[in-house]
């Protein structure tokens, strides 16, 4: 029996010596220009630009999504949260759990011991977030009983939160900020900057301590150590934006002597190649001499098994209770955005962003018409296409989609990002809540759903989408006609298309008040504001008023529009009071937003057929 102890002991300890433990300190809401040895003179992080200075640098890493919940849903499957349907923010539909493990159920089944402090937010249905993790704890002196470790150290010091509130009294000098291109130069958007690099800073220190702790516990020199942000941020038009601001992260990554063999060069190199958050996983999971399984999506960017990335793409679905519908795809010089709900503005109001100081004072500054063509563009409507050379415009201001010399570039990376969408099965092409009405009524996760072409036929919507993008009259005979097509998918599609070319042709609207009675809420959505927009505004409010009066699933989008069009809720309060569909709780909050709290007495109700 001894024997037998020794030699398992003997096991262990060889099995631990083999494999590296993982640090991962992650942190919220920051974007490479909050971190000093990324190149901002006025960032005060030096507990990472010393990580830096030891291990590597990536100098293109960028987030799938600039939101947190969607973007974690990437991070703890290895799935694209477009691919499962949990890429609406705060949404936690479900997906199949059977088929997809989340990473730290691989590295348990190898030996592993987890932990995750404390940051989960996966946005996914059906299972516990907490579920995947051995403990929410981190006790330096049980982690060297339980080599190998990987373990999640989360701050939140720089969450969007802290940059709310007063910022009078900042530490950080104001006069010592470098304003983005796109936000005007005022005082309260100077202080905010301040207020925020305080926070930095002290996420800086939560770095620092847990880099401090790791080598009191003598596990350094086993212990490979990783730090990125979650997302970009913080101030408005960066988090949640498919920009740089939104997606472009810090990430470093410290490898002892041990695993020198992982090592992509000489600590302290600046590393170039680019990376997407969908590879991280995968990459922990192979540095861990584990075999990622099949259905992750990303690629391996790390150790002698390390794959070439040429581009990344990311999303921009509902934030909260604004609907919004944006792909982008980049590699190592421009970024491509495609809009496919370019009538949403930028800076639509959200209750959540309009808390921070500097979105209200921008938005002041805006209205008393002191913005120029450049600060003022976040308050307008979006085009149907972006390009921005990152190089040369790393505040992403200068859209080249108009002219001739990147005619190439904008069809080699829309070819690119078509391609994309079909091998990892995007759920671009449907509205959130109609593809939501999909899956409940075929009983299926919108993850099969998506992968059955009978249920969601992606490249006749592509197709379709790509129509009603083009804003080409030429495409009238086509849309009407698909007005006829059983599958309302590609209905969506033609009302759009008719929708995008109202100002150039002249449409029957004969044909558009048919649509008013169509199977599809989200047809007859968009039918209406056809015919608001062409002045016959009885009966689009008369279909709004009834969809909202019986709780449609197309509530939400219904209340965007109405604020969009900027003429008041009047013709539809007592219709908006009376709506009951929750949406995961927005509908209330636009009804908040637009003075129509609900009639006292009728409670949400989550599902509507």
């Excluded at 949260?81 to 890429?87: E, I």
Aim: with cysteine; glycine share 6%; net charge positive.
């Amino acid at each position: 029996m001894k024997y037998l102890l020794a030699c398992s002991l003997l096991l262990s300890a060889a099995f631990a010596a083999d494999r590296p433990n993982i640090l991962w300190l992650t942190s919220e809401d920051n974007n490479v220009n909050w971190v000093g040895c990324y190149g901002n003179p006025h960032a005060e992080t030096p507990h990472i630009d010393k990580l830096a200075s030891q291990g590597f640098q990536y100098m293109h890493c960028y987030a799938n999504a600039p939101v947190c919940a969607p973007s974690r849903s990437t991070w703890i499957t290895g799935v694209h949260a477009t691919s499962m349907g949990t890429h609406p923010m705060r949404s936690r539909y479900p997906i199949p759990h059977d088929r997809i493990k989340y990473y730290p159920d691989h590295l348990k089944k190898a030996g592993y011991y987890v932990g995750n402090v404390t940051k989960t937010d996966y946005n996914i249905g059906g299972r516990d977030d907490k579920s995947a993790w051995d403990t929410n704890r981190v006790n330096w002196q049980d982690l060297k009983t339980r080599e190998p470790f990987f373990m999640v150290i989360n701050s939140t010091k720089s969450h969007e939160s802290k940059a709310f509130g007063d910022v009078n009294h900042t530490t950080h000098s104001p006069d010592q900020v470098r304003l983005a291109k796109y936000h005007p130069d005022i005082p309260v958007m100077r202080k905010n900057y301040a207020h925020y690099h305080d926070q930095v800073k002290k996420m800086d220190a939560d770095i620092g301590q847990a880099l401090a702790d790791l080598e009191v516990s003598g596990m350094a020199g086993n212990t490979i150590v990783i730090h990125n942000s979650d997302h970009g941020g913080v101030l408005a038009r960066s988090k949640r934006f498919l920009f740089n601001s939104g997606t472009h992260c810090p990430l470093i990554i410290r490898i002892p002597e041990k695993f020198s063999h992982l090592r992509p060069g000489k600590p302290g190199t600046k590393i170039k190649d680019l990376v997407s958050f969908i590879d991280m996983p995968k990459t922990w999971l192979d540095i861990c001499g584990i075999s990622p399984p099949g259905y992750m999506q990303g690629k391996i960017f790390l150790g002698p098994n390390a794959e070439k990335r040429d581009y990344h793409v990311s999303f921009r679905a509902r934030m909260d209770e604004r609907c919004d519908n944006v792909r982008a795809v980049r590699d190592g010089r421009f970024l491509f955005i495609r809009n496919y709900m370019p009538y949403a503005p930028w800076g639509q109001h959200l209750n959540y962003l309009w808390k921070m100081e500097a979105t209200r004072a921008w938005e002041a500054h805006h209205k008393a018409g002191k913005t120029d063509a450049v600060t003022g563009r976040f308050f307008g409507t979006k085009p149907m296409i972006e390009l921005y050379d990152t190089a040369a415009d790393p505040d992403n201001v200068n859209n080249l989609v108009n002219n001739p010399e990147y005619k190439k570039e904008i069809a080699r990376l829309g070819k690119m990002l078509d391609a994309w969408q079909v091998a990892t099965y995007d759920a671009a092409f449907l509205p959130e809540s109609e593809l939501v009405k999909r899956s409940e009524d075929n009983g299926k996760t919108i993850y099969d759903v998506l992968r059955d072409p009978k249920l969601y036929n992606l490249k006749a919507y592509q197709q379709a989408s790509a129509l009603a993008l083009a804003e080409s009259p030429s495409n009238r005979a086509t849309f009407y006609r698909n007005l006829g097509d059983p599958d309302s998918g590609i209905r969506y599609w033609a009302i759009v298309g008719l929708y995008n070319i109202q100002e150039q042709a002249k449409l029957d609207l004969a044909v558009i008040k048919r649509c008013l009675n169509d199977d599809s809420h989200h047809v007859r959505v968009m039918a209406a504001w056809i015919l608001y927009r062409a002045g016959d505004k009885a009966p689009a409010q008369a279909c709004w008023n009834d969809l909202l009066r019986n709780s449609s699933y197309a509530s939400l989008k219904i209340f965007n529009i109405i604020d969009w069009i900027g003429e008041g809720s009047a013709p539809y309060t007592e219709a908006m009071k009376a709506c009951t569909f929750s949406h995961g709780g927005y509908v209330a909050r636009m009804q908040e937003y637009m003075g129509t709290k609900p009639i006292a007495g009728k409670k949400p109700r989550k599902k509507k057929k």
